[in-house]
């Protein structure tokens, strides 16, 4: 198999790291990305170079992520075959061998002996340190029988809810001290590995969810129902789907409960598929959905991991979360390349654009900075509801903006009493896609000129800061004009009326940011 130039990248890399002993590497890598393709082939050369001396375990939580594992291992390194045992109660075997592929669920169990190596699959689901859980028991277990254990973790959303992300930050609680290495979904779809997405966005229920209660940092799950299964929702949901999405074929549906899906399937003529459904008839719905038999299939919580269906060309979110981690997972089911498809329609009727922002312009991290550099707010077409970039001024449906749909860009922070120079707009000011280090949200502030100049930067702060953010912002207008803020004038500005307090600025790629107040 010809690996992909950064699939290579990865696996020549990490089968050196590897050698270390007690290494810790962590791996980010989009749905569509090849993880498993990577993963095999860092064990088919280590296996060539120490056929004997290395044995691995691979570790994953459900039964199609271990099936899947050992199929590409094999396809990869057929000659390893015999080496390879699947040691799960859900696949119906207990084999461990060189290469053992295993559910923590059944491994907890189990007197397994020392591994070299120990790979993660879907690792941002590993339980902090100190949650006494399986992984942590079963990994401690390794430690104890061989200390030089390596730990090799594998995600496409390396952050947890409630915690931020699952390396670094000084925490005693990760198990990864970095991320390693990371493929973004911007990469994988301007090189031609995933569709693009065109992202609409349907209004409606985001009042609604303020009112419903959290439990461990998400929506009960309970009073979401009863919101999401309200007549007038769910008829606003077969509406838009019908309105936006008549001309997909394969459409997966997101939804909170099984009530929830079994009236949005009969409504649109699909199935449901849930954990209350045996195991026979999930697999007979999920085959007559890949067959075409069925154009709509309705989960809970089945379909956001280990669901390989590449000819989905719809998404529809009818799930609120507090997940910023399950939202990328949902839309990434739709994103892998097919024959015939051109593109992916994600359909976010359950907020989540709002609630979190744009799924590629998620940013956890101020203290690493992103290669490209800072991103501009999106906007949402009020004639299509498109997503676009702020900079785009006619839409691809025709829509023309104009200033006054400046106040209609995403954003908690009601904009509209800032006064505005003839050449300066504010664009937006956001609470939902970005987070500092300490897990409170920050609030980013863009501003354009006549010219087309973007700039943004970043504050930290609490959501109580969003009114403080607002006068900030008119300040700034008041005083700076159409004059951007750069690097040089930062000082010069601050120093006029002290409205940006403490911040500290820093600059890279023309950008320049702002941080804390």
Known sequence: MILRKYQ????????EELKVKGARKLVQAPTGSGKTVIFASIIKRLTEKYPERVKFLIMAHRKELITQAKEK??????ELEEKIGIFSAS?????????????????????????SIVIVDECHRLPLIGRDSTYEKILNRLFDLNIDTRLLGFTATPYRLGHGHIYGNGSEENWFEKLDYSVTIEFM???????????????????ELKKVKKSMGEYNLTELSDI????????????AIHKYAGDRRKLVVFAVSIAHAE???????GLPIHSKLGKAVREERLQKFADGEIRFLVNVDILTEGFDEPAIDCVVLLRPSMSTALYVQMVGRGLRLAEGKANCLVLDIAGLYKQHGYFKDIELDFDKEKEDGGEAPNKVCPECATVVHASKMICDCGYEFTADDIENIEGDIAMEDIERDTKVQVWGATTGSHYARSGNKCLMLGV???????KSYYVYGRTSHQKKLTKLAKKYLEYVGDEILTYDNFEAICKHGSFFGTAKLYKKNGWTKLRGF
């Open 91 to 115: 696949v119906g075997e207990k084999n461990e061998r060189q290469i053992t592929i295993a559910s923590p669920q059944t491994l907890i169990n189990h007197d397994f002996k020392a591994f």
């Open 8 to 15: 290579e990248e990865i696996v020549s890399r990490f089968t």
């Open 448 to 454: 354009k000129t006549s010219g087309g100049i973007v």
């Open 263 to 269: 009236v949005l399937a009969e409504m649109l003529g």
């Open 189 to 207: 779809q301007e090189n031609g590995y995933l569709v693009n997405d065109v992202y609409k966005v349907v209004t409606g229920i985001e009042t």
């Open 228 to 239: 999401v299964t309200k007549k007038v929702h769910i008829q606003s949901a077969i509406d």
């Open 73 to 78: 291992l094999v396809a990869i390194a057929p």
